[in-house]
């Protein structure tokens, strides 16, 4: 199961071109963290999947893989380029 979540969370943060250390930075966690949980070595806690759903504008249920595919145009809240930031 801590596989299955950290794969998605990998297909969550690769969607929205993001880095482990740009994840980690607005979860302000040690990138390591973001690595142990997206290879299964570690489980989230609850509030780490709530940060990473609001950073990609996404709900649980979509974060979690529970309605079918990523949006497209995922993009993370604030970045150059997402929804609402000069330049996208």
Known sequence: MRRQMGARL???RQAGC????????????DRSRI???????ASPTFD??????GLFSLSL?????GIGPLPQGLWADGLVGGPGHPGA
Do not use: P
């Open 10 to 12: 990998r297909e969550v």
């Open 48 to 53: 780490e999947l709530a940060q990473i759903a």
């Open 18 to 29: 993001m880095t482990q250390d740009e994840v980690a930075y607005h979860l302000l966690v």
């Open 35 to 41: 690595s142990r949980i997206e290879t299964g070595a």
């Open 61 to 65: 249920v979509q974060l979690m893989g």
